[in-house]
Structure formats: structure tokens, C-alpha cells
């Protein structure tokens, strides 16, 4: 009888990857500082898609995102205006299109071009989450490899 994949995969074989995401709103000169409410959905070669709250920002909007690490505890410190030291990488960006996000009520999808930003820093991060999801792909076709010699 063949194992199911799920079955062959331990958990502790995949370390947590990603970045907290906090969001200044230049227009609106709102905060918003609860990066487990910020979901990262698509990288782009300059832009992101995020999933936010609803009533965070507006089409048209400028905003600050600051990428922190996974875990990082300087979340709720953001200043008004200008860096935010704690962060790695940041952008200031224009918000393109805002979707509803059908499976959660009190969210939406925004898709943010970048304006100004350090292109070799977003190089080196999209290159970071790249290697990482090759690195899953080998993990799985590895396992693959395994079911089929069993």
C-alpha cells in the first residue's frame, strides 16, 4: 500500500520562513502595527500582494512598508515619518487595485507598485524566497523518490 505524502513529510523538516510586514499609510497618517493581521501573498518583480485588513488603505494611497524579521518583537513601534531602524528592508509604494477577499469577511488583497526602494535589497529578498521554495520542491521530489523505492 503506498503512504501518503503528508505521511513521509515531518514537520520539523520545514523551518518557519517569512517576514512581518508593518504598513505606514502616508495619506490617511495611519499605523498599522499588528503584523499578524498582514499576510504576504505574491512577491513581484516590483510590487507585492498583500492581505489586510478592509479600511486600511484605498486605491491611489501611499504607503511605507517596513519587512521585519520573522521574530522580530519591535512590532507597535513605528515612528510617524522616516525609517524605521528595526526594519531590513523598506519601500514606499502605491496602492494599484484592492480586491475582496471572499473566504475572510474583514479582509482584501492590495496590489502595490513600489516607488522608491533599494532594488538590490528586493533582489536579495525575492532571491531569499526563491532558494527557500526550491529548497521545499527537493524536499517533496525527494519524498516522491522515496515512496516510489518503497
Not at 499588528?34 to 492581505?51: A, D
Not at 489586510?52 to 519587512?67: D, E, S
Request: charged residues 25%; contains cysteine; hydrophobic residues 40%.
Amino acid at each position: 500500500m503506498t503512504k501518503l505524502i503528508s505521511e513521509c513529510i515531518f514537520k520539523k523538516s520545514f523551518a518557519r520562513f517569512g517576514h512581518n510586514v508593518l504598513i505606514r499609510n502616508e495619506t490617511s497618517h495611519t499605523l498599522i502595527t499588528k503584523s499578524e493581521l498582514i499576510s504576504i501573498k505574491e512577491l513581484k518583480e516590483r510590487g507585492v500582494t498583500l492581505e489586510v485588513p478592509i479600511n486600511v488603505c484605498q486605491k491611489g494611497h501611499n504607503l511605507t512598508l517596513f519587512f521585519l524579521q520573522l521574530n522580530s518583537n519591535t512590532v507597535g513601534v513605528l515612528p510617524d515619518f522616516g525609517h524605521f531602524k528595526e526594519a531590513f528592508f523598506e519601500a514606499i509604494v502605491k496602492v494599484e487595485s484592492i480586491e475582496k477577499n471572499e473566504s475572510k469577511e474583514n479582509s482584501v488583497f492590495i496590489d502595490v507598485q513600489f516607488t522608491q526602494y533599494d532594488l538590490g535589497e528586493w533582489t536579495k529578498l525575492l532571491n531569499l524566497y526563491a532558494k527557500n521554495q526550491e529548497d521545499i520542491n527537493k524536499m517533496i521530489m525527494h519524498q516522491h523518490e522515496i515512496r516510489e523505492d518503497e
